[in-house]
């Protein structure tokens, strides 16, 4: 079945860069749209940045400027670079495959303290 695992999240200073990372298998990063997506307690699930097969991207205003998404096709991995993070970024990160058939990772925590 198609597994989605994220990883590179942690403790980092308000002000620090982090890397997500999202490994595919038996689904083609390059094929599909893939997102980004966070919850923080308390709140809904929401979109941090996409990408489509063709390239395009897409952000969530709060996070234009400092993060950006990217995949490597050879690899089968989709990638979230966060800098400049902000403790209101703290939250579980999650990698979604698809879009009407859509198949989420189990999530990594990213914590930025003040």
């Known amino acids: 079945q198609v597994q989605l695992v994220e990883s590179g999240g942690g403790l980092v200073q308000a002000g620090g860069s982090l890397r997500l990372s999202c490994a595919a298998s038996?689904?083609?990063?390059?094929?599909?749209?893939m997102g980004w997506y966070r919850q923080a307690p308390g709140k809904q699930r929401e979109l941090v940045a996409s990408i489509t097969p063709g390239g395009s991207t897409n952000y969530a205003d709060s996070v234009k400027g400092r993060f950006a998404i990217s995949r490597d096709s050879a690899k089968n991995t989709v990638y979230l670079q966060m800098h400049s993070l902000k403790p209101e970024d703290t939250a579980v990160y999650f990698c979604?495959?698809?879009?009407?058939?859509?198949?989420w990772g189990q999530g990594t925590q990213v914590t930025v303290s003040a």
């Open positions: 038996r689904i083609n990063v390059g094929l599909n749209r």
């Open positions: 979604k495959a698809g879009d009407s058939r859509s198949y």
